[in-house]
C-alpha cells in the first residue's frame, strides 16, 4: 500500500497564510504545546502533541511527523497524514539532508529537486516542505522532523524560527 494522489476524507488540502496571520497561530500553537507538554518527559508522546497541536492550528500542515535517528538511519515516528516511508537513508531526501548537515532545510517546490535522491516522494500531493533537525538534551541529533504542505511556497523563516524554538525548548531538556 501506498500513499496515492487521490486525498483520504481526513486530510484537507492546504491553505497558506499571511506572516501575520501565520505568527498568530504559531503563538496559538505554542500555548497549547506549552500547557500540554509542561509536566511530560516522554519523548514520544511530545511528538505525537506537537504532531497534533500544530496540524490543528497550522492549515497547511498536510503531513507533519519525526523521522527518528535510529540504527544509523531516520525511521519514521509519531506523525499525522497520508502513510509516511518507514526507513530514510541518511544520504537520500530532504529529511537525509537535515539530519547530515544538522541545519533545517526549506523547500518551496520539492519537484524542482531529484527525486529519489535529493527528494523522496512518499506521497504525491506533496509540493513543498520544511525540515527542523531535533536535538537531545547533549545537542545530539535524535530525530528530524518534517511537515509538508500540498501548495508551494508554504515555509519560510517564520516557520524556521517558531519550530526550532518549539523543538529546542521541548527536546533540548
Ligand atoms: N519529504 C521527505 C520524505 C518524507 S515524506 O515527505 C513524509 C524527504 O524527501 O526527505
Redesign the pocket.
Known amino acids: 500500500m501506498s500513499a496515492t494522489q487521490e486525498m483520504p476524507y481526513f486530510i484537507k488540502p492546504s491553505k497558506n497564510l499571511s506572516a501575520d496571520e501565520k505568527r498568530a497561530a504559531y503563538e496559538q500553537a505554542v500555548l497549547g504545546i506549552d500547557a500540554n507538554l509542561m509536566e511530560e518527559s516522554n519523548i514520544i508522546l511530545k511528538m505525537a502533541t506537537i504532531n497534533c497541536i500544530l496540524k490543528t492550528y497550522l492549515p497547511y500542515f498536510y503531513?507533519v511527523?519525526f523521522?527518528i535517528v535510529n540504527d544509523g538511519k531516520l525511521s519514521v515516528g509519531p506523525?499525522q497524514?497520508t502513510l509516511?516511508?518507514l526507513h530514510?537513508d541518511f544520504s537520500?531526501?530532504?529529511?537525509?539532508r537535515a539530519a547530515r548537515e544538522e541545519k533545517t532545510q526549506l523547500v518551496q517546490d520539492?519537484h524542482a529537486l531529484d527525486q529519489g535522491t535529493a527528494?523522496?516522494?512518499?506521497?504525491p500531493n506533496?509540493q513543498s516542505?520544511i525540515?527542523v533537525p531535533v536535538f537531545g538534551k547533549n545537542k545530539n541529533l535524535i530525530a528530524v522532523f518534517?511537515v509538508?504542505s500540498t501548495i508551494k511556497n508554504s515555509f519560510d523563516e517564520v516557520d524556521q524560527d517558531f519550530l526550532e524554538a518549539i523543538l529546542e525548548k521541548h527536546f533540548q531538556v
Open positions: 503531513w511527523g523521522y506523525y497524514g509516511g516511508c530514510i537520500k531526501g530532504v529529511c537525509g520539492v527528494h523522496i516522494a512518499c506521497d506533496s516542505e525540515v518534517d509538508d
